[in-house]
């Protein structure tokens, strides 16, 4: 019983952190085009401006990491975890707090333009990338959610692939945002949570 309500709580926080990436990622979209490497260093050309939403974006994928969490707890329960489904979880884990820390760290000291950014997004978004694909795969094959969902995590997890910041292409988040809200929604409204 426990379990199943920690599972439907976590189904309520990814609902709502997909909802926040959307909305940050929609709030990134309307700032003017940021410049991408060696552009930044030319006249009139910086990195866009991040101080609205990278709270909303950082709370975005802390929520949705505990939507993850849900989904782990499930396939464990289910005992269809397996390797994928740690190295899966581990990577995201780092790719989140890989990301976090570079926002954060942009945020807090750089007013939006820290140099070394890259450092933390480059790996960060492929950890998270790589993670939620072991996930998705995972979940696919332990048969724990509806696999329209995991296909559309397994979908918008390979279009984060094209994901940038400083461009239109930021909005290759939203799909991801979405998977989220579904997922979060299979988990809240399944009674039995596959236990």
Not at 2 to 21: D, E
Not at 82 to 92: A, D, F, K, L, T
Not at 103 to 123: R, S
Request: charged share 10%; with cysteine.
């Amino acid at each position: 019983m426990a379990k199943s309500n920690l599972i439907r709580l976590s189904g309520l926080a990814a609902i709502v952190g997909g909802t926040l990436l959307i909305g940050s990622v929609v709030a990134i979209a309307f700032q003017p085009e940021g410049c991408i490497a060696s552009e930044c260093g030319l006249p009139g050309r910086s990195m866009r401006e991040w101080s609205a939403p990278a709270p909303f974006f950082i709370m975005a994928l802390l929520l949705i990491t505990m939507g993850a969490a849900g989904l782990v707890i499930r396939a464990r329960a289910a005992g269809h975890f397996g390797i994928s489904g740690r190295v899966g979880q581990s990577s995201g884990l780092i790719g989140v707090a890989l990301l976090a820390l570079g926002g954060g760290i942009q945020e807090l000291f750089f007013g939006g333009d820290f140099p070394l950014m890259p450092v933390f997004v480059i790996p960060g978004l492929l950890a998270l990338v790589t993670g939620f694909l072991l996930i998705g795969i995972t979940i696919l094959r332990a048969n724990t959610l509806p696999r329209q969902v995991v296909w559309l995590l397994i979908a918008a997890t390979l279009a984060m692939a094209g994901f940038n910041d400083q461009n239109a292409r930021v909005l290759m988040a939203a799909p991801l945002g979405m998977a989220w809200m579904a997922i979060g929604y299979a988990l809240w409204v399944d009674e039995h949570a596959g236990l």
